[in-house]
C-alpha cells in the first residue's frame, strides 16, 4: 500500500511563486467589498486540517450510505437551526446544504413543478438573474411581473396576469431581499390576492429565495413576513453572502410532503437521493455549522443591527450631501443613481440599469471604511444632483 509520502504532489518554485503572488492579491483584497453582499467576518481555522480528506455528501444526511466520510451528522445540525430560524418542525421539513442560492432556487422550483407540471413561475422583473436559468433548464412556463419602484412585486398586476392566463396553479416565486434594491415581496398580499380571486391554497406553490435577507431577518424585530409560518413553501439562502464563508453554499429548505415526492433510490451508495447533484460538498456543512455554532443569537442580532444602523448612517450621510440615496427598513442595501463608470468600475459597485448600491457588511467596522467610494458618489451625484423622480416617494430622499 502507498504511503502518504509517496504520493505527495510537488510544485515547481515558479508554481509556488505564482501561488504567494495570489495570496498577497488576496490579502490586499479581502475587505474590497463593497457592491457585492459576501461577509468576510469569518475565521474557520479550526477547520483546515479536514481538507485532507476526501469528504462527500452524497444523497440525504438522514438516509446516511455507505460511503464512510460524510458530515452528515453536522449537515443534520444545520438544517435543523435552519428549520427553527424559519418556523417549521424539523420532521415536517427537509433541506440541504447547497453550493449556492441559486441551486436552492432550483430545488424550490423542480419541487413546485413536479407539483404542478403545467404550472406557470410568476416572478418579478427585479428577480435574480438566476430565474432566468431554472426557467429554462426545468422548462417551466414563465412570466415576469411589473414592480413597484421600490423593487417590490406589483401585487395588482400579479392578480390580473393569473386571473389573465386562467393559471390554475400558479408557482409564486417571491423575493425576500432583492439584489438590486433589498425590496421584500409582500407574502401576506400575494397570499390574500390568490384567494380573492379564487385559488385555494393547496393550489399554488410559493417558494421564497432569501439569498441574502435570510440571514437578516430572522435577526431583527418586526420583520416582514418570509418564514413557513407565513406560509411558504420552500425557501433558499446563500451561506456565502450574510453568514461568510470561503467557498459559495447555502440551504434549501421545503416542506418534506413536496421533498418526498422527488427521492430516488440509488443502490450503489445504498441511500436515497433528493438533491440535485450527485456527490456534494462534505466541507460547506462544516463550515455553516461552525458559523452557526460560533455565535449565539445575542451575537447574530448584534452582527446584523450593527450593519442595518451603518446602512441607515450611509444613507442619511449621503443624503446630507444630496446624494438621493435611500433604503428598505430591513436592509442592509443602500440604494442610489447610478453614479459614473469610473466610480463603479473604481469601487466594483454592483449597478443595474438606473441604479447602483453599496452594502454595509459585518467587516465594515465603520463607516470610515467606505470613506473612498462615498467621496467619488458625491463627487459625481452631489448636491447638483436632482432628486431621481423614479425614486419610490416614501423612500425618496429630502435633499
Ligand atoms: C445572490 C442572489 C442569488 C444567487 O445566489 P448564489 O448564492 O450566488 O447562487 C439569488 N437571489 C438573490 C436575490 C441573490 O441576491
Not at 80 to 89: E, G, T, V
Not at 179 to 187: C, L, N, P, Q, S
Not at 215 to 240: E, N, T, W, Y
Not at 370 to 375: C, E, G, R, T
Request: charged share 20%; proline share 5%.
Amino acid at each position: 500500500m502507498a504511503l502518504a509520502t509517496d504520493i505527495i504532489m510537488t510544485l515547481s518554485a515558479e508554481d509556488q511563486h505564482r501561488l504567494e503572488q495570489f495570496w498577497q492579491f488576496c490579502l490586499t483584497h479581502q475587505y474590497f467589498n463593497v457592491g457585492y453582499p459576501e461577509a468576510a467576518d469569518f475565521d474557520y481555522f479550526k477547520l483546515h486540517k479536514f481538507l485532507q480528506f476526501s469528504i462527500n455528501n452524497c444523497g440525504d444526511w438522514g438516509a446516511p450510505g455507505n460511503y464512510l466520510l460524510n458530515t452528515f451528522e453536522f449537515e443534520r445540525e444545520v438544517m435543523h437551526y435552519f428549520s427553527s430560524l424559519f418556523s417549521i418542525p424539523p420532521e415536517q421539513s427537509w433541506g440541504y446544504v447547497t453550493n449556492g442560492g441559486t441551486e436552492g432556487n432550483m430545488f424550490g422550483c423542480y419541487l413546485a413543478r413536479e407539483l404542478f407540471p403545467e404550472g406557470t413561475l410568476y416572478y418579478s422583473q427585479e428577480t435574480h438573474y438566476s430565474v432566468a436559468k431554472i426557467i429554462r433548464l426545468l422548462r417551466i412556463k414563465a412570466k415576469e411581473i411589473p414592480t413597484l419602484p421600490s423593487g417590490e412585486i406589483d401585487c395588482d398586476k400579479l392578480a390580473e396576469q393569473i386571473v389573465d392566463d386562467g393559471e390554475r396553479h400558479p408557482i409564486i416565486f417571491a423575493n425576500i431581499g432583492t439584489t438590486m434594491k433589498g425590496a421584500v415581496d409582500d407574502i401576506g398580499a400575494i397570499q390574500r390576492r390568490l384567494s380573492a380571486i379564487g385559488i385555494p391554497r393547496q393550489d399554488y406553490y410559493l417558494h421564497a429565495d432569501a439569498a441574502l435577507s435570510g440571514m437578516i431577518l430572522p435577526f431583527v424585530d418586526d420583520a416582514p413576513a418570509f418564514s413557513f409560518a407565513d406560509g411558504i413553501d420552500s425557501i433558499s439562502v446563500s451561506g456565502h453572502k450574510m453568514m461568510g464563508s470561503p467557498i459559495p453554499c447555502g440551504i434549501v429548505l421545503a416542506r418534506r410532503r413536496f421533498v418526498d415526492r422527488i427521492a430516488v433510490e440509488v443502490d450503489y451508495i445504498s441511500a436515497s437521493d433528493q438533491t440535485i447533484s450527485g456527490s456534494r460538498n462534505g466541507f460547506t456543512p462544516l463550515l455553516m455549522w461552525a458559523a452557526i455554532k460560533g455565535r449565539t443569537l445575542a451575537q447574530w442580532r448584534e452582527r446584523t443591527g450593527r450593519c442595518l444602523a451603518m446602512a441607515q448612517q450611509l444613507v442619511e450621510r449621503l443624503n446630507q450631501q444630496g446624494v438621493p440615496a435611500w433604503r428598505h427598513p430591513h436592509s442592509i442595501t443602500v440604494v442610489f443613481p447610478r453614479p459614473s463608470e469610473r466610480t463603479w468600475k473604481t469601487h466594483c459597485l454592483a449597478t443595474s440599469g438606473e441604479h447602483s448600491h453599496l452594502i454595509t457588511l459585518p467587516h465594515h467596522h465603520s463607516l470610515h471604511q467606505l470613506d473612498a467610494v462615498i467621496h467619488d458618489i458625491v463627487q459625481d451625484l452631489g448636491p447638483a444632483a436632482a432628486c431621481s423622480d423614479s425614486l419610490p416617494v416614501a423612500l425618496a430622499c429630502t435633499a
